[in-house]
């Protein structure tokens, strides 16, 4: 009997090292003390864009990489296609008055989309992965993803990394524009959108 109770420790053991050894590991990550305190995350994982892009393609069917800008977004501002799928944490609805207001930031109330965790379950089964299984969000300037991480953190998702700078990058008053971000980074982008990635009512 003892024997066969370590024999069941050790092939859980084995399994447990193997299923963590599977997983991808990005090859660096953003330093924590240097993100914004509207970026921060219950998890602490961040990527930069060029950490995010490297991470995605060497790991392209292991890692689940979301847009989750509103779907006029990427009409406007672009997309990069290596996205697995645009799934909105936030859309504001028609009737502006249904707009909560948020004290803090002087604008509109970031409000959770309905959809936002069934569609990221559904994306992420259609990719065959868990939610053990590392994903990537990444929004216009890393403020809604950094909620989006920690919805998700909070349904039991493992591995969700942040997009620092998001998309478009973060606003420099200096500068007088936004700066950083993914289309900043020289990474790919376009306006070319494929209607498999793009959110749909379902």
Same mark, same amino acid.
């Given at each position: 009997?003892?024997?066969?109770?370590?024999? =069941?420790?050790?092939?859980?053991? !084995?399994?447990?090292?193997?299923?963590?050894?599977?997983?991808?590991?990005?090859?660096?990550?953003?330093? *924590?003390?240097?993100?914004? +305190?509207? +970026?921060?995350?219950? =998890?602490?994982?961040? =990527?930069? *864009?060029?950490? !995010?892009?490297?991470?995605?393609?060497?790991?392209?069917?292991?890692? =689940?990489?979301?847009?989750?800008?509103?779907?006029?977004?990427?009409?406007?501002?672009?997309?990069?296609?290596?996205?697995?799928?645009?799934?909105?944490? #936030? $859309?504001?609805?028609?009737? %502006?008055?249904?707009?909560?207001? @948020? $004290?803090?930031?002087?604008? %509109?109330?970031?409000?959770?989309?309905?959809?936002?965790?069934?569609? #990221?379950?559904?994306?992420?089964?259609?990719?065959?992965?868990?939610?053990?299984?590392?994903? /990537? #969000?990444?929004?216009?300037?890393? @403020?809604?993803?950094?909620? !989006?991480?920690?919805?998700?953190?909070?349904?039991?998702?493992?591995?969700?990394?942040?997009?620092?700078?998001?998309?478009?990058?973060?606003?420099? $008053?200096? !500068?007088?524009?936004?700066?950083?971000?993914?289309?900043?980074?020289?990474?790919?982008?376009?306006? @070319?959108? +494929?209607?498999?990635?793009? %959110?749909? /009512?379902?």
């Amino acid at each position: 009997m003892k024997r066969v109770l370590q024999s =069941l420790l050790i092939a859980a053991l !084995a399994a447990m090292i193997g299923i963590a050894q599977a997983q991808p590991v990005p090859a660096a990550t953003f330093d *924590p003390k240097q993100v914004r +305190e509207e +970026e921060r995350t219950k =998890l602490n994982l961040y =990527l930069t *864009p060029k950490q !995010a892009y490297d991470f995605v393609t060497g790991n392209a069917k292991k890692v =689940l990489f979301l847009d989750v800008r509103t779907r006029v977004e990427p009409i406007y501002i672009g997309w990069t296609p290596l996205i697995d799928a645009l799934v909105p944490y #936030v $859309e504001y609805p028609e009737m %502006y008055a249904d707009w909560g207001w @948020d $004290e803090n930031r002087g604008a %509109y109330k970031y409000e959770p989309f309905n959809d936002f965790a069934p569609e #990221v379950a559904r994306r992420l089964k259609e990719k065959g992965l868990t939610k053990d299984d590392p994903v /990537v #969000v990444m929004c216009r300037s890393g @403020d809604r993803s950094s909620r !989006a991480a920690n919805l998700l953190t909070d349904l039991g998702y493992k591995r969700v990394y942040s997009v620092v700078g998001g998309f478009e990058g973060v606003w420099d $008053e200096k !500068a007088g524009k936004r700066v950083g971000g993914w289309k900043g980074s020289g990474l790919p982008w376009n306006y @070319d959108l +494929e209607k498999s990635k793009m %959110y749909f /009512v379902r």
